[in-house]
């Protein structure tokens, strides 16, 4: 589909990927963009509507999707990552990234897919990660809900292609965002991926590894656990 005069509801938009997407959107003349973050005020971003949105309350979400009855396009962005383990982290931890991670995409996927089909069909695009197709002990949380929202990704695609919906999964390594900020490795620019699940919208292809690494762990999936980490843990450990 155009972006060109599309009404687009970025969440998380306040800052990093989802600021990017908002800067992107307007360089390709969307027509209206709902601005969503969980405290409204911290939207920079001038000739957006700023909504109030934290993703993991059904009654923001509810309330967003009464405000935003035009939407076309939904671009679930949020996330958060709380460095946790899943076998030895808190268990509180490790549902607030699920909830955040897993369920926030769904209940949104939810509740805009209605509108979605009333506006045409329209496009859901999901930030997820190449921590979707491995973990790591310190990133076992964060992993787990990002292969969640891979399933949930796959599903949505299934279940809305009967009324037209395009539904498009963004996978990648680091990103050059304050969440990546003191890390030492090969990182994303934030225009690059943004830009490249824009294209994805536009194009109708329904999934983007935005990286090398993003390729390289996917290629490894049809491997037997043993060697897929092995080769893992050596890319990771530059040998």
């Given at each position: 589909m155009e972006l060109k005069d599309a009404v687009v509801l970025v969440t998380g938009a306040n800052r990093g990927i989802g600021a990017e997407f908002v800067r992107l959107l307007k360089e390709r003349g969307a027509g209206k963009i709902y601005?969503?973050?969980?405290?409204?005020?911290?939207?920079?971003?001038?000739?957006?509507?700023?909504?109030?949105?934290?993703?993991?309350?059904?009654?923001?979400?509810?309330?967003?999707?009464?405000?935003?009855?035009?939407?076309?396009?939904?671009?679930?962005?949020?996330?958060?990552?709380?460095?946790?383990?899943?076998?030895?982290?808190?268990?509180e931890a490790v549902r607030r990234e699920m909830d955040t991670n897993f369920y926030g995409a769904l209940l949104l996927t939810r509740a805009f897919a209605p509108i979605l089909k009333t506006n045409g069909g329209g496009a859901i695009l999901n930030v997820v990660s190449a921590l979707s197709w491995f973990t790591l002990p310190g990133a076992g949380a964060y992993a787990a809900s990002k292969a969640a929202a891979w399933s949930l990704t796959d599903n949505a695609r299934l279940e809305l292609a009967p009324q037209g919906t395009h539904v498009v999964g963004v996978y990648m390594g680091l990103v050059d965002t304050d969440m990546s900020k003191g890390l030492e490795a090969p990182k994303v620019p934030v225009a690059d991926l943004a830009g490249a699940g824009l294209d994805a919208i536009e194009s109708g292809t329904q999934e983007v590894l935005a990286d090398d690494w993003a390729k390289f762990v996917k290629s490894g999936l049809p491997l037997d656990p043993k060697e897929r980490y092995e080769k893992i843990f050596a890319a990771l450990s530059g040998s």
């Open positions: 601005a969503a973050a969980r405290d409204e005020s911290s939207i920079q971003a001038d000739g957006v509507e700023p909504i109030r949105l934290d993703i993991t309350d059904r009654g923001q979400i509810e309330a967003a999707a009464r405000r935003a009855g035009d939407v076309q396009v939904l671009i679930n962005n949020a996330g958060i990552s709380t460095g946790t383990s899943l076998i030895g982290g808190e268990e």
